[in-house]
């Protein structure tokens, strides 16, 4: 239970199903103590207390569970090491693989004895039996504005098994109506935006303050190696980035590459981060294994950011965990650090993080 309204209505309709429900709010990090103006953070202590009072609403055990050192091991270092490396990471994906269906998992059944773990996520899981075969699906959220999915293609078999998504099958609006027709604390409570341990939005703060970064000028460049300004530190950019560049070229640049070894920031056109060819390393499969057997060419939709639109394409094996995807119309901005994921239709078949270029 976060502390929203999606988790608070998770728990009710668990409750409502007949199940023996327990609240767990995670304690994921110290932010929570360094700032006042959580309005709309998970990881704040108004949210745990309105956690906690939906909680006593449904007349649920509620507990607290620190698993700070699981979350600085699996999002927070991974978040900072790829800043400095140059790429775009991904928290959120690591944060449901590492803590929500990793450590929080597993404490879930140690500690409580519990059989599956239910959040407020926006997907949807069938189990194996008729057309679904004899394996778990993971599938879209029915409302297309919210569907998580695209964040959970780290789950496997063993999670999906015990796991619950009580709201993958809901529009918001009648999740925001069944939280008021019960009227729950949350009913009302704003969606979160940020990241929860980056309140202020600005990542480069969190560099700063966690990882020591120091921010140093170095060249911005253009495509043919000229320089045309300078930045800011190459960790404070990521690719697709065009606000606060500082230069002004005619029309827009957009930032195309990042080497922080040479502490270099490249700028494209707009067409010069259109691509149908990239590498997806690190990757993972929903049924265990890749759609084809032996490792052969498969064809999806590839999705690579939250909200993007999916491409057709066709994935081939060029190395362990790591696919070569070639789309059948261009991409833009495929950002390394960033996550790829291949979808059946409304089923997720897995993913993984978009590689260099050069790698």
């Avoid at 950019?237 to 270099?264: C, D, F, H, M, S």
């Amino acid at each position: 239970m976060s502390g929203g309204v999606d988790s608070s209505v998770a728990a009710a309709l668990v409750k409502d199903a007949g199940l023996e429900a327990v609240g767990v709010w995670m304690r994921l990090s110290d932010v929570a103590d360094s700032y006042s103006e959580f309005n709309r953070s998970c990881c704040s202590l108004d949210a745990a207390e309105d956690a906690r009072r939906v909680a006593s609403q449904l007349d649920i055990p509620f507990y607290i569970l620190n698993l700070e050192r699981e979350f600085e091991a699996g999002v927070l270092r991974p978040f900072l090491d790829g800043y400095l490396a140059g790429t775009t990471p991904s928290p959120c994906v690591d944060c449901n693989v590492a803590v929500k269906f990793g450590a929080l998992m597993g404490q879930a059944r140690l500690l409580y004895d519990c059989d599956a773990v239910a959040t407020g996520h926006y997907a949807r899981i069938v189990p194996p039996g008729g057309a679904a075969g004899t394996l778990y699906q993971l599938r879209r959220g029915l409302d297309p504005t919210k569907d998580q999915s695209y964040f959970l293609y780290g789950l496997g078999q063993e999670e999906l098994a015990h796991t619950m998504f009580p709201l993958g099958g809901m529009p918001k609006a009648e999740v925001r109506a069944l939280a008021r027709a019960r009227d729950l604390v949350t009913a009302d409570k704003r969606d979160s935006q940020e990241i929860c341990f980056v309140p202020k939005g600005n990542y480069r703060d969190v560099l700063r303050d966690r990882a020591g970064w120091r921010p140093e000028a170095g060249p911005l460049l253009d495509m043919d190696g000229r320089q045309v300004g300078e930045h800011a530190g190459a960790a404070a950019y990521t690719v697709g980035q065009r606000q606060g560049l500082g230069v002004a070229l005619g029309e827009p640049r957009y930032v195309w590459k990042i080497e922080p070894g040479e502490n270099r920031v490249t700028l494209g056109r707009r067409a010069d981060l259109d691509t149908r060819r990239f590498a997806v390393e690190r990757v993972r499969f929903v049924a265990g294994a890749a759609p084809r057997p032996d490792g052969e060419p498969f064809e999806s939709q590839v999705q690579i950011r939250h909200r993007g639109k999916p491409a057709s394409a066709i994935a081939r094996p060029i190395g362990p965990d790591r696919w070569l995807v070639e789309t059948a119309d261009p991409v833009w901005a495929a950002a390394p650090g960033q996550a790829a994921v291949f979808y059946d239709g409304d089923a997720v078949l897995g993913g993984g993080r978009i590689a260099r270029p050069d790698e």
